[in-house]
């Protein structure tokens, strides 16, 4: 049989020892890795039983507990600050930055909703002007894009081909009152529009219901202007009587398809991109390091676990005795399922809805606790 390494009791920590060096420059983690070696080969049994680890083995495992730490600490705020991290540059390390709750990324993405309402948005909106031919009441709109040399097509938002608004035509026959209202009203600019008596002695709803009956009017008694656009074949109402033009606005089918907001590089793109680098040790707090002793203990109970199960019988004069490999990987794994559970657990309450939760129903405790104050009466 093999030569089995033993833990000899002491170790010292250098440079190059753990497999990637990630915190070997930190003295706090140079001054640790001893002190946990000892700890975890004492929890193992040491120096009453022989526990087959060396130095390396329990640095290798400071280095890993170290790093699972840092990356359950870095995922919760990924996913805390996710939507103000997205478009950030990837070249500035988030470590020991505070990241805010900035609005920026959740107004971009409503800019699309803008576009869909048009008042705003991300997209270009662009007009045109189609030639209208007498007699002829039907138009290719698609026809007239390609014509234009605009590919994928267009989207109409707004055709110009609508009567004057009704309140150009309102005029109220017996609204004159020989005060000289009108004129007065000719100074705020109402006199072109209507009698200023209704704006100052009527309220706005009849002016509303003025409108209404008007345009009511005009769709029932009159041929008003008006169109119709069905897979972007724009038809006029009434029949065009003469040449002219139509105006309207519209949208590249191309620009609302494109699904790239900002094509320069460098920038986060996804969760994987945010700049998070391994956490520094020596910022790591009390609460912390306990978490990491605790997981490196797990973890070199797992590797002593399997390291044993390759030896599952040791001769001694007379017979043979067995080892405790299958112990140690069942404790090691739900040791370790434990506390990452525990970290989880402690990160989901520290969230910014569950803080602010938490001092809501602080400030309702306490208001409930200050009613029940007996209120003292004044006498002056």
Same mark, same amino acid.
């Given at each position: !049989?093999?030569?089995?390494?033993?833990?000899?009791?002491?170790?010292? #920590?250098?440079?190059?020892?753990?497999? #990637?060096?990630?915190?070997?420059?930190?003295?706090?983690?140079?001054?640790? /890795?001893?002190?946990?070696? &000892?700890?975890?080969?004492?929890?193992?049994?040491?120096?009453? *039983?022989?526990?087959?680890?060396?130095?390396?083995?329990?640095?290798?495992?400071?280095?890993?507990?170290?790093?699972?730490?840092?990356?359950?600490?870095?995922?919760?705020?990924?996913?805390?600050?996710?939507?103000?991290?997205?478009?950030?540059?990837?070249?500035?390390?988030?470590?020991?930055?505070?990241?805010?709750?900035?609005?920026?990324?959740?107004?971009?993405?409503?800019?699309?909703?803008?576009?869909?309402?048009?008042?705003?948005?991300?997209?270009?909106?662009?007009?045109?002007?189609?030639?209208?031919?007498?007699?002829?009441?039907? $138009?290719?709109?698609?026809?007239?894009?390609?014509?234009?040399?605009?590919?994928?097509? @267009?989207?109409?938002?707004?055709?110009?081909?609508?009567?004057?608004?009704?309140? *150009?035509? $309102?005029?109220?026959? $017996?609204?004159?009152?020989?005060?000289?209202?009108?004129?007065? !009203?000719?100074?705020?600019?109402?006199?072109?529009?209507?009698?200023?008596?209704?704006?100052?002695? !009527?309220?706005?709803?009849?002016?509303?219901? &003025?409108?209404?009956?008007?345009?009511?009017?005009?769709?029932?008694?009159?041929?008003?202007?008006?169109?119709?656009?069905?897979?972007?074949?724009?038809?006029?109402?009434?029949?065009?009587?003469?040449?002219?033009?139509?105006?309207?606005?519209?949208?590249? &089918?191309?620009? &609302?398809? /494109?699904? @790239?907001?900002?094509?320069? %590089?460098?920038?986060?793109?996804?969760?994987?991109?945010?700049?998070?680098?391994?956490?520094?040790?020596?910022?790591?707090?009390?609460?912390? =390091?306990?978490?990491? $002793?605790?997981?490196?203990?797990?973890?070199?109970? +797992?590797?002593?676990?399997?390291?044993?199960?390759?030896?599952?019988?040791?001769?001694?004069?007379? %017979?043979?005795?067995?080892?405790?490999?299958?112990?140690?990987?069942?404790?090691?794994?739900?040791?370790?399922?434990?506390?990452?559970? +525990?970290? =989880?657990?402690?990160?989901?309450?520290?969230?910014?809805?569950?803080?602010?939760?938490? =001092? /809501?129903?602080?400030?309702?405790?306490?208001? =409930?606790?200050?009613?029940?104050?007996? !209120?003292?009466?004044?006498?002056?």
């Amino acid at each position: !049989m093999a030569d089995i390494a033993i833990w000899e009791g002491t170790s010292t #920590f250098a440079l190059g020892q753990t497999p #990637f060096g990630f915190y070997d420059s930190d003295s706090e983690f140079q001054d640790n /890795a001893d002190k946990v070696a &000892k700890f975890c080969a004492q929890r193992l049994g040491y120096p009453l *039983m022989d526990v087959e680890l060396n130095s390396g083995s329990f640095y290798a495992c400071f280095e890993e507990a170290v790093t699972t730490y840092g990356n359950e600490v870095f995922q919760y705020k990924i996913r805390e600050s996710y939507l103000s991290m997205e478009g950030d540059s990837t070249g500035t390390s988030y470590n020991s930055q505070l990241i805010g709750s900035s609005l920026g990324r959740i107004i971009e993405i409503t800019e699309d909703y803008g576009t869909e309402a048009t008042v705003g948005g991300n997209i270009t909106k662009y007009s045109g002007s189609l030639d209208v031919t007498a007699s002829i009441q039907e $138009y290719d709109l698609d026809a007239w894009a390609t014509a234009q040399g605009i590919t994928g097509g @267009i989207e109409i938002r707004k055709v110009f081909y609508e009567a004057p608004p009704a309140i *150009m035509r $309102y005029f109220d026959p $017996y609204a004159g009152t020989g005060t000289g209202i009108q004129s007065l !009203m000719d100074a705020f600019d109402f006199g072109s529009f209507s009698p200023g008596v209704n704006f100052l002695l !009527m309220p706005a709803s009849y002016d509303i219901l &003025k409108v209404q009956a008007i345009e009511f009017n005009d769709q029932i008694r009159k041929s008003g202007y008006s169109f119709e656009i069905v897979n972007n074949r724009l038809k006029l109402f009434p029949v065009p009587a003469q040449n002219g033009k139509v105006w309207f606005e519209y949208y590249k &089918k191309s620009d &609302k398809k /494109a699904a @790239i907001v900002d094509g320069s %590089s460098g920038l986060v793109t996804n969760v994987g991109e945010v700049p998070y680098e391994n956490i520094t040790y020596a910022t790591v707090n009390s609460v912390g =390091r306990q978490w990491i $002793y605790r997981y490196t203990l797990a973890l070199t109970k +797992e590797l002593l676990g399997y390291i044993r199960g390759k030896y599952q019988q040791i001769p001694v004069p007379g %017979s043979n005795t067995g080892l405790n490999q299958a112990d140690l990987l069942t404790d090691a794994r739900a040791e370790k399922l434990a506390l990452l559970q +525990e970290l =989880r657990d402690m990160l989901d309450q520290t969230t910014r809805k569950a803080q602010l939760e938490r =001092r /809501a129903d602080e400030s309702d405790s306490l208001k =409930r606790i200050t009613t029940q104050i007996p !209120m003292t009466i004044f006498i002056g």
